[in-house]
């Protein structure tokens, strides 16, 4: 009995498949793992991107009409490419500062799934681009981003970004037609 347990001890024929068999599914995990991260963060530039290509489209009009601002909407679906535009909520507003540097809403348009910001609602501007008798281009973009591996634990995650840029034709942009 003795010689037969001192045998199965210094047996390794099956060691390396054991070894494999308890390191695979952990290193399985951490390649799903790495996928999604990698797959939110390549979303979140798209959200990143998609404000930026709104107020830079918008930017260099000089006005615009509803029906512009639906167009340019819509063209959204090809920076957010290969994610589904139908998570994205955009909203495309014009903000114009007073003499104090208070910011209210101008015009505001907003995707189908999104709601226009209210014309004369009060916007706080970040510190840093606050000055009097300007107007500034807001794209707002947020996103509902959901794994396409299908196993995201924690549930949808939203992804936001907001952009303010300064109009590049006129000193703003007029839109008739916007609420």
């Known amino acids: 009995m003795r010689s037969k347990l001192k045998s199965f001890a210094r047996a390794r024929e099956g060691l390396a ?3 494999f068999a308890a390191a695979f599914p952990v290193a399985a995990l951490l390649l799903v793992g790495l996928v999604q991260v ?4 390549s ?4 959200v990143s991107i998609t ?3 709104l107020d830079r489209l918008v930017s260099l009009q000089s006005s615009v009409q509803k029906a512009d601002l639906v167009t340019i909407i819509g063209a959204s679906s090809a920076v957010m490419a290969p994610f589904p535009n139908s998570n994205a909520t955009i909203v495309i507003s014009e903000v114009t500062t007073d003499a104090k540097g208070v910011a209210t809403v101008t015009w505001s348009q907003a995707s189908a ?7 004369g609602q009060t916007v706080v501007l970040p510190a840093g681009i606050v000055q009097p008798n ?3 281009l807001l794209s707002q973009v947020s996103y509902s981003y959901s794994s396409y591996l299908g196993a995201n634990l924690f549930g ?5 970004d907001a952009l ?8 703003s942009v007029t839109c008739s037609d916007c609420t």
């Open 51 to 53: 404000a930026e290509t």
């Open 134 to 136: 300007v107007s500034l």
């Open 113 to 119: 799934n999104g709601t226009p910001l209210p014309v």
């Open 164 to 171: 303010y840029m300064n109009p590049r034709v006129s000193a």
């Open 43 to 46: 979303a979140s530039r798209k």
């Open 38 to 41: 990698g797959d939110a963060l």
């Open 17 to 19: 498949l054991v070894e």
């Open 156 to 160: 949808p995650l939203t992804l936001r």
